[in-house]
């Protein structure tokens, strides 16, 4: 009879055994997997371990400083804040290729991480928070049809170059399973059931070119959108939900003036395993308080539309 608090006993014993006295270090994304480990392991050996976590400009509304709060802030974890926005962003001028764009940033963040890294003089072990469906799936018993259909940047998948020794601590684990540790080890219920978010960020979300300013429009948008499910009960209920920019401009009215400003779809959809997906029935009551709250919030968005394509033929994500 397995259970989670002895799980997490023998993992917590396994990774002080392992790493001894040595630096540890571990790439913090916010996401599921990654905060579980860095919990995990904090639990283990406490300031043995540094967490970098690179703001890369992509990020949604606060994320940073949410993820601040709850690993450094509350759960006394050493991280380092690398605000590297200018950089990704600089790197993406002029780039409009879905591919090419998620080349850079998976190359950039690899740069961006290595040289935080280095500077940890004592460090021995990389940390990640792979999971047993990535185990699988790098070992090629899997072939999933969407590697070859987008190129996928986490943050894993460093090059050897840091010589450091790999630690993984939830190998054997599914996402429940992770998801539950997650909740054992006192993350909150709202971090641990996070939708998953893509490693190029809001970079997939601009579609073409990425400039800062469509990214601060974009932020704006998915944060309403996100805050109106949260707070109707169907953040729950979807798999996956975000806002969309889409670098057009069409005509509206704004009082007595006219306006000529970009467009957000919104994308709420349904899946077990990502690879097929439904498009969610928001209520229309919903659809329209968050396009009224988008327009009348966002300075520079006039129009909002709803995606209504399954995946196939499209996919979740619009690039
Ligand atoms: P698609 O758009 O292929 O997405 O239907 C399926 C799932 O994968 C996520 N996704 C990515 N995740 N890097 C990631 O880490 C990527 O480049 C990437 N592209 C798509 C997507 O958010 C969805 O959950």
Redesign the pocket.
């Known amino acids: 009879d397995w259970n989670m608090p002895d799980f997490m006993e023998e993992a917590i014993g396994r990774i002080r055994s392992e790493v001894g006295t040595d630096e540890v270090i571990l790439g913090l994304s916010g996401g599921v997997d990654s905060s579980v480990a860095a919990a995990l392991i904090h639990r283990a050996i406490g300031k043995q371990l540094t967490c970098v976590f690179v703001d890369n400009g992509l990020l949604r509304l606060n994320e940073a400083g949410q993820v601040m709060d709850t690993f450094s802030r509350s759960l006394g974890v050493k991280v380092i804040h690398v605000d590297a926005s200018e950089d990704f962003l600089d790197h993406l001028q002029g780039v409009a290729d879905p591919e090419q764009k ?1 080349r850079i940033i998976g190359r950039e963040f690899v740069e961006v991480f290595q040289r935080e890294a280095a500077k940890i003089a004592n460090a021995r072990w990389l940390a990640q928070g792979t999971i047993y469906p990535d185990v699988i799936e790098s070992a090629g018993g899997k072939t999933k049809k ?1 590697h070859t ?6 943050v894993g998948g460093l090059p050897d170059t840091l010589h450091l020794k790999l630690l993984e601590p939830l190998r054997e684990l599914f996402k429940d399973e992770v998801r539950e540790l997650g909740l054992t080890l006192g993350l909150s219920h709202d971090m641990v059931y996070r939708h ?5 960020g809001l970079g ?1 979300r601009i579609l073409g070119e990425v400039k800062y300013e469509y990214a601060e429009l974009l932020r704006h948008a998915d944060a309403i959108f996100i805050e109106e499910l949260r707070t109707s009960g169907w953040y729950e209920k979807t798999s ?1 939900a975000f806002a969309v920019f889409l670098p057009v401009k069409s005509v509206g009215v704004m009082g007595d003036g006219r306006t000529y400003e970009y467009v957000v779809a919104l994308r709420a959809v349904k899946t077990e395993d ?1 690879m097929t ?1 439904h498009w969610v029935e928001l209520p229309y009551t919903l659809l329209a308080r968050i396009s009224n709250r988008i327009v009348n919030e966002v300075r520079g968005i006039n129009r909002v539309v709803y995606d209504i394509s399954g ?1 196939p033929p499209a ?3 619009w690039e």
């Open positions: 998620r969407a259909i987008k190129s996928h940047h986490n998953p978010f893509p490693g190029p997939v996956q990502f997906a995946k996919t979740i994500e």
